[in-house]
């Protein structure tokens, strides 16, 4: 395990995504290159009756209409648009045209017709199905309860929310020759291509995925996306090239979003104020036949070495299309309420909310039993709370007034987020004319996994960064696991670290007992070796080769956070100073400190924008976004950046991060964690708190608006 830190290094991909060099997939140049748009179903559910084409083929440049009765009966859930309708904006047409100005007046168009049903537009409406889940226990925590000196019980809500990268969904699909590549944005290449390979009955050997970089995803690119088999297929009837690249608001309506949720939580702590139990209810909003599980209870349970939790979990049905994961999917929304409880408690006991947490260190995860690898948290909350000055908070609320009667409110909160991993099999050629390439699982949605790839192998190897290419992305390189759930720098560096050792072992053995001078590529050069190749697969604790069958299908491999003789999870603490005008009551972000613990950081520099970026996005949820229903059509609102209000420059403070930065003794050889999800886990909490410090007023509901401090 390394010994010292890594050394700052600039982003490996820095200068060409600032001049615009940097090629998504929807900027691939392709002879012959159609484009395409989706028609949008306008009920909110019922059947497809009719669906009238005319029009649209009369409007010049329109080659194809493609409806759901172009498409052949298909095994389990439909990728594709189909006569039932599930919900509003599900895809009824595709028009594919020779310019993007045909396909659009094309789509206008076609003209379609239901028949409507009754449908559920909200989790809180008559009709919604609640459906329970798999509770998560330890100990006894009715008994604990009953027992507690203090109790606190409260209801918080999480908003429903959307994506909104930079970077559009879009699909470039391409036959040729017999076989099908697929150029998108995407999360997860092997999955794309064994479900299109499934949906359109073709070998998965015939179908190539490439996504070299996507601009922006945290879950929205997850999934198969609704629209990918759909050009795929118009690709192969029509001969030629198809590109669809989705309006925002098409986004809104079809892509995965993160689901309004419902948190009911209790704590109980006994005369000492020591936290003795935890009973936490769950459930969140899902479609009729989505299986994005309410697992609420991956963080609270780990955070402060409670032994008696008690916590229960709820699909609640409704008519709206899958929800799937949005960064820190489960996390953020229980932290929210579980961290903003625990505020309350610490008032409600009279206590510090930096020292009630310090007195709760973790060392044992009481869901499995097993000790925790490491957990750095009270690390994190004492040197969060030092660079804070939180020494000069005063307890009381109202406080802290400006001269011009601005209230000023500081607010704390933690975050932990489970420590995943997954199988890789990868790549390393070496040449002596300097160049080097690496082919390993991972998709570049802009955290930075190509400078992490290249921060490790200029450690191990000291190969030339200049001549170095990094081939992730692509299933023509290598099996691509799903790049989510901060496991990215953990399973690539276990897969460079390897690679690395087998090919200094190759090198050994071609060089013998000369000694020759020079890196990597001289010593080639001087023997008059070509290249060296290497190929090598890693598994995750307790993982077995099925793990890398699994890799190969373009199925489910990852592990964590529960392992056979640990549990590993990231921390982080946040310290949040807030202003809330004395006549809008609107809020303010000036400052903010977030320390966090994942281990070894790999890449300072993209690392500290990881956090950087999650605490602007949790700025944003706490106090601008949520998508909203009108009750009476389906369907979202505001479905624009018009609309779903986001931070801007002017929202934003000082972000001001540190690492604890020890190495996890346990987890991998390079000893690090994530750290993508849990940047944003706990700071929206932070914010909340800090608002009641400013105003004695507990908000507990995201996003905090004007009307709830007048």
């Not at 192969?236 to 809104?252: M, S, Y």
Request: proline share 7%.
């Amino acid at each position: 395990m390394p010994a010292a830190p890594f050394p700052e290094r600039e982003r490996i991909d820095a200068r060409d995504k600032v001049l615009g060099a940097t090629a998504y997939a929807a900027d691939i140049p392709l002879p012959g290159l159609l484009y395409a748009m989706m028609v949008p179903a306008t009920t909110p559910k019922g059947r497809v009756e009719t669906v009238a084409v005319e029009g649209a083929m009369q409007v010049r440049g329109v080659v194809r209409v493609l409806t759901a009765f172009d498409f052949p009966a298909l095994p389990g859930p439909p990728p594709t648009p189909a006569t039932e309708i599930a919900y509003r904006g599900q895809p009824v047409a595709l028009v594919v045209a020779e310019t993007l100005e045909a396909a659009i007046e094309g789509a206008e168009a076609v003209r379609a017709t239901y028949a409507g049903q009754a449908f559920v537009p909200l989790i809180d409406s008559p009709g919604a199905a609640r459906e329970l889940v798999q509770p998560k226990k330890a100990g006894n925590a009715q008994a604990a309860m009953a027992g507690a000196a203090t109790t606190i019980e409260a209801s918080y809500v999480s908003p429903a929310q959307h994506h909104n990268p930079m970077e559009m969904l879009s699909t470039t699909a391409v036959w040729r020759d017999g076989k099908l590549t697929i150029y998108e944005g995407t999360q997860s290449a092997s999955l794309v291509r064994a479900n299109v390979a499934i949906a359109l009955h073709l070998d998965p050997a015939v179908v190539e995925v490439k996504s070299a970089q996507v601009g922006g995803a945290f879950g929205q690119k997850i999934p198969l996306q609704r629209q990918t088999p759909i050009v795929a297929l118009a690709a192969i009837l029509i001969g030629r090239p198809v590109k669809l690249v989705l309006p925002r608001a098409q986004i809104f309506h079809n892509a995965v979003f993160r689901p309004k949720s419902r948190h009911q939580v209790a704590l109980g702590a006994d005369a000492g104020g020591k936290l003795t139990a935890i009973r936490y209810d769950a459930d969140h909003q899902q479609s009729r036949k989505g299986t994005l599980e309410p697992g609420y209870h991956e963080s609270p349970p780990r955070m402060y070495g409670v032994a008696d939790y008690d916590g229960t979990a709820a699909h609640v049905r409704i008519d709206t299309q899958d929800p799937g994961a949005m960064r820190a999917p489960y996390p953020h929304p229980a932290q929210f309420a579980f961290e903003s409880a625990v505020d309350e408690l610490a008032h409600k006991l009279g206590r510090d909310p930096v020292a009630f947490r310090l007195a709760h260190q973790a060392t044992t995860d009481p869901i499995s039993g097993n000790p925790l690898s490491s957990c750095f948290l009270n690390d994190c909350l004492t040197e969060g709370a030092r660079r804070f000055g939180w020494e000069r908070r005063p307890i009381a609320q109202g406080a802290m007034v400006e001269p011009d009667g601005t209230l000023v409110g500081w607010g704390v909160a933690a975050g932990g987020y489970p420590a995943n991993v997954s199988p890789t099999i990868a790549t390393l050629r070496v040449s002596a004319d300097g160049r080097t390439r690496f082919a390993v699982a991972g998709h570049e949605m802009g955290q930075g996994i190509r400078t992490v790839i290249a921060q490790l192998l200029q450690r191990e190897l000291d190969v030339d960064p200049a001549r170095l290419e990094i081939a992730i992305g692509d299933t023509a390189a290598a099996p691509q696991h799903t790049t989510a759930s901060s496991r990215g720098t953990v399973s690539v560096g276990a897969a460079v670290t390897a690679a690395a050792a087998k090919m200094r072992a190759a090198m050994a053995e071609l060089i013998g007992q000369r000694s020759i001078a020079g890196n990597i590529h001289r010593q080639l050069a001087t023997v008059r070796r070509p290249f060296l190749q290497v190929e090598v697969s890693t598994l995750g604790p307790g993982q077995d080769a099925g793990a890398l069958d699994r890799l190969r299908a373009g199925a489910r491999a990852a592990a964590g956070p529960e392992y056979p003789q640990f549990t590993s999870f990231s921390y982080i603490a946040h310290f949040v100073e807030v202003r809330v005008e004395p006549s809008t009551r609107r809020v303010r972000v000036p400052r903010v400190v977030s320390i966090a613990d994942c281990g070894r950081v790999v890449s300072p520099r993209t690392a500290a924008s990881q956090v950087r970026g999650g605490v602007v996005w949790a700025i944003g949820a706490a106090l601008r976004e949520e998508t909203e229903v009108d009750p009476r059509f389906g369907g979202w609102l505001n479905a624009d950046l018009a609309d779903y209000v986001v931070p801007v420059n002017a929202d934003i403070g000082d972000i001001d991060v540190g690492f604890v930065d020890r190495p996890d003794p346990l987890f991998n050889a390079v000893g690090s964690k994530g750290l993508g999800e849990v940047a944003m886990v706990g700071a929206a909490a932070a914010i909340a708190n800090a608002v009641f410090h400013a105003t004695g007023t507990r908000v507990r509901k995201m996003p905090l608006r004007i009307e709830d401090l007048l």
